[in-house]
C-alpha cells in the first residue's frame, strides 16, 4: 500500500476514546494523525489521568476495571500518543475557510486543514432549578473531575440529582473512596426504568449488567435511592444546605447536604461542527439537536464528527465511531485498510451502542417540561444573569415566532462564557411550553466563534502564520 507524499496529515480535534482509536486507525495505515486536545492528558473523561490518588485509592475508584484502565492508557500513551503529532494545552476557539483558529502558548495561529475529524465529546446537560447558583452546587461530570484529577470530595453530605446513568456512577465512585451520606434523587420513576431495561439488555447486556451491579453496591452500602422524583430547589443562604424534591404522589421532603451533584444525561460539543459546516437535525427521542452525519461520521465534504460529538454512545461505542471515521478519511484519500466486510460489521456494532443509548433515553428522561413551571426568579442563563421571567417577557412582546436565537438576541440567554453550554436545553424547553410547539420547533442556538475565551494577552501575540 503506497501513499501519496503529497498529503496535509488529517486532523484529530480532542483526544478521548473517538480521537484516539481514529489516531490508531490512521497508525496502521501508515498516516501520522495530528491530534490536538485542550486537556493536559489524554484519555479523556472515563480514563482521566489521576491527580493526587495512591494506587490503593485509584483501585479502590475504578474496582474491578482499574487493571484493564490502566493497560489501557499505558496502550495509547505507548503505541499511539508517541507515534502520533500529539499536542496537548491547544484550545481551538473558531473555524474559518477551511483552518482552525487555535489558542496556544499564549498566542493565536491559525491551521489549515484538508480533512478534519472533530472527537469533542460531551458535557453535562442541565436544567436549572432555583437555587442551581449557589457555591457548592457541580455537574456531574464537574464532580467526577474533583475525584479523580483532584483528590478531593466535593462536599461531605452529598446529593446526586437528575436523570442519568452518572448519577450511579459518581456516587459509587465517591462511595468507594469513602463517601458515607450519599443520597441519590432521579427524576425518572423506577416503573419507567424497568420498561426499558429489556431493549438495554438487548442491545448491550454487558453495560446493563454493569448497571445493575452499581445499583447493587449502592444499596447494599445503604444509599438513599429516590426514584420518580421532581426537584423544587436547592436552598441555603450563602450556600448548600438542603435540597428539596417532590416524588409523584407524595408531599414535598428536604434533605440536607452540602453539595449536589445534578444532571441530565449528556449533549455534544457541537459548537466547532457548525462552524465547520455541519448541519443538524433534531431527535425527538433524545430532547437534542445531533449533527447529521453519514454512518461513518461524515458531515461535510471536509468534516468527520465521532464519538460522543455526534451521537452519545459511550466509551466502546465511541472507538468504533472514531476507527469508522478514520476509515472513511482514509477512503477519501484513496486508501484502503479494511475489507468491506469487516467496516460493515464495525457499523453494525456501531448501531447497536446507538439503539443502547435509546433505551437509555427512555430510563433516564429528563423533565424538559419542568421548565415551564420554573419561577420567574430563577435564573436560567447563568453567565448574563438571565431569568425565567425576563424569558416570558421577552417572548411576550415579540411579534412572530418565538424562535430561540430571537429570543437569544433579545435577553443575552446563550451569549454569555458557556455560549449556552448550560442554559441551552432550559431555554428550548421554556420556549417549547411557551408556544406549545414541539421542542424541535423552536430552533437550535447558532455557534459563535470564540467557543472558549480568548486572553487579551494572546490576541496582542496572535500570529497568523499557521505553525502551532
Known sequence: MKIDGNYS???????????LAAAETFLQAGVTPLILDEADSAGGQGTRRLGPLSEPRMQALFGPHYAARMKDRES????ILARSDYRPLTTIWGVYNKGLEI???????????????????ATDRILPVPGWTLPGVYTLGGAQVALKKHGTFIGRKLVFAGSSPLLYLAAAQYLRLGARDLVIIDSTPLSQ?????PAMARWSA????????????????????IFGADLL?????????????????????????DAVAIGHGLRPETQLAELAGAQFEFDAEHGQWFPATDMDGRAAADVWIAGDAARTVGAVGAKVSGALAALSVLREMGITLFP?????????????WRNFQYAMARAFIAPAAAAAEAPGTMILCRCERVTAADIREAVAQTAGPAEINRVKA???????????????????????SLTDKGAGSVGRLRAQAPVRPIPLTAAKNGSNDGKI
Do not use: W
Open 340 to 352: 468491506a466486510d469487516r467496516v460493515n460489521s464495525m457499523r453494525k456494532k456501531l448501531k447497536s
Open 193 to 197: 426504568k424497568m420498561k426499558a431495561a
Open 206 to 225: 454487558g453495560t446493563f449488567v454493569e448497571g445493575l451491579r452499581l445499583l447493587h453496591e449502592l444499596k447494599l452500602a445503604g444509599v438513599r435511592m
Open 103 to 121: 489558542h496556544v502558548g499564549n498566542r493565536l495561529t491559525n491551521l489549515p486543514f484538508q480533512h478534519l475529524l472533530l472527537c469533542t465529546g
Open 410 to 432: 433579545i435577553t443575552r440567554c446563550g451569549m454569555g462564557r458557556c455560549q449556552g453550554r448550560y442554559c441551552g436545553f432550559a431555554l428550548q424547553s421554556l420556549l417549547s
Open 76 to 79: 495509547f500513551e505507548d503505541s
Open 9 to 19: 496529515p488529517p486532523v484529530i480535534v480532542g483526544a478521548g476514546p473517538a480521537g
Open 233 to 257: 430547589e436547592i436552598g441555603g443562604s450563602t450556600k448548600v444546605e438542603h435540597i428539596t424534591f417532590q416524588r409523584r404522589g407524595h408531599r414535598t421532603e428536604t434533605v440536607a447536604c
